[in-house]
């Protein structure tokens, strides 16, 4: 018996041994499979979010792209998407005669749809005869330099002709004009991106349809659909055309036109390059305060990224909407005071009805007091016979609820003698009788 519990014993604890071991063995295990797991963990969160941001933050430029397509309207036109894509999908040789014609800097335009609403609010705070743009980062001098800063354009030089004189022409101007004239920005878009550059003419026409494209689409924007004697003017003159002021001569001095004729003919359509005023806008207050050396390079239009832009335009965009709930809401008050006003001079206000009821009842007691006075009894009318006590004035007596019954002097005075008595052989004092609010009133004291 001995040896079978010795041998059951340590039969137990070998068995209590081997489960000790490997239990310990996979604590261990799994304890480091957890670390594993756990940092995995963490570091599939890190992505997570960052994925979840990169796409929260396309969402947003995606849905400010959205509001600034619905936003866009027929009055205005900023073909700088359009603009883009033809730059994208232009040949390397057409980009270098691009490049020739002093152009270049307008190949760094993102693929940005432009907040109309936006546009119209810089043109509305645009004063005209000083060319200074005021908003709430500041006051801003808009001069032909600034155009060529911001668009990488020529701002100096000869000035283009404002309109071409047909009759003036030479016969193979004639020729030119006569082929253009009347030509919509999408056959002009189109026959720019199909035509080749293999020899000197059709380089040159390639020049002379970029001219005008790029004056149609963007540089002199108006919203007619055609070509107009003011788009036909350069063509004519290709002869150092790179050399030639862009940004006075024709950007400003068009935009200004348009911006004239919106504010002060109260036309609904504002023609001329409302981008340029916007980026000049955004770039100099973004740089406000800052030394030479610390300033951005030119073109400033290629210092801004299509996020960077659509940012700042939905930052703007909010602030418009703050100032107009803003106004919405002081004239709103101002109306509602002035509405207050006139229901007051329509209809008194409690005040007024508490002092005419108050003139009502002084006038009513005025009144009470001078029946009485006359209804009171004099020496020679104790003397008088009971027929002329009948026919004595008579007291009008008014009750809280507005309604009137008469009592005679001699019933008067009996209701008196019967108060009086009343107080005297209850022990109190003699009985104050005054008159309140039309009637007699006994006080007790």
Partial sequence: MADSSTSSTSSISQGALKTRKPSHFRAKIKFQNIEIVVRKLHQ???????????????????????????????DLKCATHLLNDKFRNMTEEKKAIVRDLGFGGLMHIPPLRVDHQLLRE???NFKLGENRLKRGYGSFQITPKKIGDAL?????????????????????????????????LKSLTDEMMEIGVGNEEERLMFKRIFILYIQMAFLLP???????????????????????????????????????????????????????????????????????????????????????????MTAEREEILTETTDSDTSTSESEAQEDSEDSGRKHPGKKEKKMDSRKRKQRQEE????????????DESEESSPAEKEKKKKKTKTTPKNERYEISSDELDEWLRENVDKSAAEGENQADLRLTEGRYVSSET
Wanted: with cysteine.
């Fill in 44 to 74: 599939n969160t890190i992505k997570l979010s960052v994925k979840n941001l990169k796409k929260k933050q396309s969402n947003n430029t995606q849905l400010s792209e959205k509001m600034a397509a619905r936003n866009q309207t027929k």
């Fill in 122 to 124: 810089l043109a509305n």
């Fill in 152 to 184: 990488g354009i020529n701002a100096t030089g000869d000035l283009f002709p404002e309109k071409v004189e047909y009759k003036k022409l030479f016969d193979d101007d004639k020729i030119i004009y006569r082929r253009f004239q009347g030509k919509t």
């Fill in 222 to 312: 108006t919203t007619i659909n055609k070509i107009s004697p003011v788009h036909l003017a350069p063509i004519f003159k290709m002869d150092g055309i790179s050399e030639r002021n862009w940004g006075e001569g024709h950007v400003l001095t068009f935009m200004i036109k348009g911006i004239t004729d919106y504010k002060e003919k109260k036309k609904k359509a504002i023609n001329g390059c409302l981008f340029a005023l916007m980026i000049i806008y955004f770039h100099l207050s973004k740089n406000k305060g800052k030394n030479r050396t610390e300033r951005l390079p030119k073109p400033w239009i290629a210092n801004w990224t299509k996020e960077q832009l659509v940012e700042r």
């Fill in 367 to 378: 009144s009470g007091s001078d029946s009485e006075s006359e209804s009171e009894p004099s």
